[in-house]
């Protein structure tokens, strides 16, 4: 089986819509697809409608997070999406988006950037909009070559020049209320040093304890040295281990399917989760 556990449409930030993203994924040779797109489950309705036969999805969401002033992003599994709690929550930080954004906007035109509102509320249609939004728009006026060389302590890298702080989960807050919603937690990327700060082992070791069930291991924003110190941290505490490609579509460089999940911690993901199921398609192809 492959199985892939991070991928985004333009539910949030992709460039697919999630029935783009389903035949997409399909065509990739997937068996198994998450779709979490940030704060929001938005996609999940059209990306079952769109499921081809022989492609599994697993319903979630990315959510936005805080601890001590350092970003950081939780990906939670298979939890309800009625529960009202946790559904307050991702409403409050979907609501923080636009002022947060037109604020980084406003930033950026002080340092000299002709940026524009409604460049970016273009790229970002009918999704939520975010940083992927405004580096998209910087690209297409020249000021960097890719979405990733705008995420930097130059630009919009969390710290940098143009950064917003926004509302954000405690990720001990977000785990208790994924748990509640009957759902499993995973920490996204936790080493990805180019993003900005992250938080010590230490914190993740209390997330642990909180009951955080796995951390996502093999992803593009770690190199080698970074995985094989998760996956020891990993094996300390008892964490499930993921891959995931992290999927945006053409707004990054990497391919569906890239780095996967082991198809034992998938099992494990789906026996811990009691708030919703994988849906497994029902027709259609397997090609695009």
């Not at 089986?1 to 460039?15: P, Q, V």
């Not at 917003?164 to 990327?189: C, N, Q, S, W």
């Amino acid at each position: 089986m492959r199985i892939d556990l991070h991928t985004h449409s333009t539910a949030s930030d992709g460039t697919d819509t999630p029935a783009e993203l389903m035949r997409n994924a399909a065509a990739a040779g997937l068996d198994v697809v998450a779709l979490t797109d940030h704060d929001s489950t938005r996609g999940h309705a059209e990306a079952i409608a769109a499921l081809p036969d022989g492609l599994t999805l697993v319903t979630g969401a990315e959510l936005s997070c805080r601890l001590d002033g350092i970003g950081l992003h939780m990906l939670a599994y298979l939890f309800d999406p009625d529960e009202p709690e946790l559904a307050r929550e991702r409403e409050l930080v979907r609501d923080d988006r636009v002022p947060r954004a037109r604020a980084m906007v406003g930033k950026l035109r002080e340092l000299g950037v002709p940026v524009e509102w409604d460049q970016v509320a273009r790229i970002a249609g009918d999704g939520s909009v975010g940083r992927p939004h405004i580096a998209s728009a910087l690209v297409e006026i020249g000021v960097v070559e890719t979405v990733s060389d705008a995420f930097t302590p130059e630009w919009l890298a969390n710290g940098g020049r143009a950064y917003v702080d926004k509302h954000e989960l405690d990720p001990f807050d977000a785990i208790r209320l994924v748990k509640a919603a009957g759902g499993v937690t995973v920490f996204a990327h936790p080493g990805a040093v180019q993003r900005g700060d992250t938080v010590p082992e230490s914190a993740i070791a209390a997330l642990a304890a909180a009951g955080l069930d796995g951390i996502e291991v093999d992803h593009m924003d770690h190199d080698e040295p970074a995985r094989a110190r998760l996956r020891g941290l990993a094996a300390d505490l008892r964490l499930l281990v993921t891959g995931s490609s992290d999927y945006h579509g053409s707004r990054k460089t990497v391919r569906l399917g890239e780095y996967t999940t082991d198809p034992e911690i998938y099992g494990e993901i789906t026996r811990r989760a009691t708030g919703a199921f994988p849906v497994p398609g029902a027709g259609g192809s397997r090609r695009p």
